[in-house]
């Protein structure tokens, strides 16, 4: 890829260019490429090699999914004019708005600069989607989880927020209740289970606290207070936890579960936690231990596995799935009594 952080905008002005179908020669282009790269404040280009490169990318895309270049080129005199192939129109699927397509550039190029850091194995599927979903309306490579219908709404302002170190306001509103407006420190998102969740600071609050993105109402910045750094490493902050919440009054546990024998090639690959420890016992199964707090996820975690998983210790959530079954059981009960009765009827 184009070694600079501001591709993903040219490569926007140049697509731009050769969607209206006519020829450029590169002087040209690298002319209304630098008019808006300083309009946004961005550096211009005044290499030939950056043009090319940039170019070699673009195509290099249209290649990935039609095997061949969508940009084509023509020699005549002294001057090569540059246009999309007969039949390209974008080297974006245009179900997306010039601005949507802007946005989703600003975060690609932010994140690209990750690349190589620890656990940012899934940059490379977001940036597979991002590719699939803006080049191609009817090529489908690959299928991806969708999140929830509130992250896409907040989920860029609050990102920008973040790296750019500003304070917010957000109306929240948690389930069965009325909502708050709350100013706070934005540090790190973390997406569970298809959900989004954001970890921050409230105003005159030392602890972290976890939004639900499809609970925030409103976003907006706020000008007038300074923002406050946390102490938290996030790197480690959910290494005692399964899931994003850290419950009050709770200590870490040291959790010993039993599961049946073909349950151990499944937890070695999909573990529950990113720290546990899997013993293999032959024909007797498999054994599971952890130290985490006991939280809700845990328990639907747990649960999941139905009665191929069960808890050895401690005591109070073995009891717990215990009640969490014994319910179950009632409920299933209940529902067939109740359909007894209307047969009889």
Sequence with gaps: MANTKDYAMREMILDRCFSTG?????????AIVNNELAQRDMLPIRSRNTF????NEMNGKFSSLYKEDGIVFEDRGRKRYYRYRDGIESIYNRELSSDEIEKLQEVRSLLQGLRGMMEMDWLDQMTA??????????????SFEDGTAGDAKHFLSLFNAIAKKQVMTIVYQRFGLDSKERIIYPYYLKQYRRRWYLFATIKDHEFI??????RILSVAQNHEDAFIESSVDFNHYFDDIVGVSHPDNEVVEHIVLKGDRWLEYYLRTLPIHPLQQLESLGDEGCRVTLDV???NELIQELAFYGDHLRVESPKRLRDKMA???RNQVND?????????NLTDD
């Excluded at 006519?22 to 690298?30: A, N, P």
């Excluded at 989607?129 to 690959?142: G, K, L, P, V």
């Excluded at 606290?209 to 499809?214: K, N, V």
């Design 22 to 30: 006519k020829e450029y020669t590169r002087e040209q282009l690298m």
């Design 52 to 55: 090319c490169q940039d170019i």
């Design 129 to 142: 989607r991002f590719d699939q979903r803006a080049m191609s309306a009817n090529h489908t490579i690959a």
């Design 209 to 214: 606290t976890c939004f639900s993105l499809d």
């Design 293 to 295: 707090m006991i939280n």
């Design 323 to 325: 009640e969490r079954a």
């Design 332 to 340: 299933y009960r209940q529902m067939e009594d109740f359909g007894d």
